[in-house]
């Protein structure tokens, strides 16, 4: 089993940065493909980025592209979402996601991934 804890998010005015990590624990995460989702309220779950096990193959959805970037630190079970540029748009909980995924997954969807966590708020102000 993997436990997933995701920290960071805040109230950002808009224009302004955000750094939220998902810590695992349980077991290394160093072999599952991680992937950020976010739910913003009334609206269903929606891809963010994603990144492969080895971190050498990232994904992103359109509209974060160019603004967000995911990175992960195996060794310290660590996945992290870097946002800049940051709009009211982008307000919702975030939620970090671990999968058995590889060449050929389908990244973008959330059924694919097997653990997730209880996601942290991010509020943009505009």
């Known amino acids: 089993q993997v436990q997933l804890v995701e920290s960071g998010g805040r109230l950002v005015q808009a224009g302004g940065s955000l750094r939220v990590s998902c810590e695992a624990s349980?077991?290394?995460?160093?072999?599952?493909?991680m992937g950020w989702f976010r739910q913003a309220p009334g609206t269903e779950r929606e891809f963010v980025a994603a990144?492969?096990?080895?971190?050498?193959?990232?994904y992103y959805a359109d509209s974060v592209k160019g603004r967000f970037t995911i990175s992960r630190e195996n060794a310290k079970n660590t996945v992290y979402l870097q946002m800049n540029s940051l709009k009211p748009e982008d307000t919702a909980v975030y939620y970090c996601?671990?999968?058995?995924?590889?060449?050929?997954?389908?990244?973008?969807?959330?059924?694919?991934?097997?653990?997730w966590g209880q996601g942290t708020q991010v509020t943009v102000s505009s």
């Open positions: 349980g077991r290394t995460i160093s072999s599952y493909g």
């Open positions: 996601a671990a999968g058995d995924l590889g060449f050929g997954s389908n990244w973008y969807t959330p059924l694919v991934y097997e653990y």
């Open positions: 990144i492969s096990s080895s971190g050498s193959t990232t």
